[in-house]
């Protein structure tokens, strides 16, 4: 593969990183993004964990939510994504990201299809590992008032295990580029996760625990074998190979320079959105 431009060639490329802050992570998936977008990065499917532990809070989330004493005194960090949805607790999971142009996808490149034609891959990823996951129906897509926690109820074409939440994903578009990442429940954190956020808004997510589902409760608890049945089934699903190639050194000093500029920013983490449906 080229280091100066994309090529799907040899496939897409296969990134697994080691865990890293909340705002390298974020950073990293939007330069993939744009990458894709202007067409000099291939179709990337990364995998990545998150030291310290970090909420995440969706594009339009309100800070508010946050009890900023009790994520410092748990050393949760906080992030705003550039996604999407609702808070995650990034702690005991695995977070996927992919990035791609969506004509990839044909004519599944609207936004419910591209959730299911990519919730599929996931599907089938998983279940390579024995888990019985399912994917939700778009009538999901719910007339009824979601919470603050991303997993407090399904989506879409998520993904369920016995009913029960196991993946939250999130999708953003740039131009041509898509950028869908999501979190791989392994062990939940439902009081962790209620320590981040101000009372009342625990209040509203006292049936999270009936909600979620994590991987550990049938024996699935290391991040490796997850993200290589994941990979692969990325891999037959799309007919490409992967290759695992590290980013591009400009890949990096981009991802850097938007870190500090952006997701490090309390300007932008911070910031009192409006809340919306």
């Not at 990035?99 to 990839?104: H, K, M, R, W, Y």
């Not at 996808?105 to 959730?115: A, C, E, F, R, T």
């Amino acid at each position: 593969m080229s280091r100066s431009s994309a090529s799907t060639s040899d496939g897409w490329r296969l990134l697994v990183d080691a865990p890293a802050s909340g705002a390298w992570n974020m950073a990293v998936d939007e330069v993939l993004l744009d990458g894709v977008a202007a067409g000099t990065t291939p179709p990337t499917i990364r995998f990545y964990g998150w030291t310290p532990p970090c909420l995440s809070l969706g594009y339009f989330q309100p800070f508010d939510v946050v009890d900023v004493d009790g994520c410092r005194a748990l050393g949760v960090d906080v992030v705003r994504r550039p996604t999407g949805g609702r808070a995650i607790l990034h702690d005991r999971e695995l977070t996927y990201s992919v990035a791609l142009p969506a004509s990839v996808l044909g004519q599944d490149g609207g936004v419910l299809p591209s959730y299911y034609r990519l919730s599929l891959a996931l599907q089938d990823g998983l279940r390579r590992l024995g888990v019985p996951a399912t994917v939700a129906p778009e009538s999901a897509s719910s007339s009824a008032a979601h919470g603050p926690v991303c997993f407090d109820r399904p989506s879409a074409h998520e993904i369920l295990l016995h009913g029960r939440k196991l993946v939250g994903s999130a999708q953003m578009r740039r131009g041509s580029g898509l950028l869908q990442h999501g979190s791989i429940l392994i062990e939940p954190r439902i009081d962790k996760l209620m320590a981040c956020l101000h009372r009342t808004d625990r209040a509203g997510s006292r049936g999270l625990e009936e909600a979620v589902a994590g991987l550990a409760e049938l024996g699935v608890t290391d991040p490796g074998p997850i993200a290589a049945a994941i990979g692969a089934a990325f891999a037959k699903g799309f007919r490409v190979a992967l290759v695992e190639a590290p980013l591009r050194p400009d890949e990096e000093e981009a991802a850097r320079a938007l870190a500090r500029s952006k997701y490090q920013s309390t300007r932008w983490t911070e910031r009192l959105v409006p809340a919306i449906a």
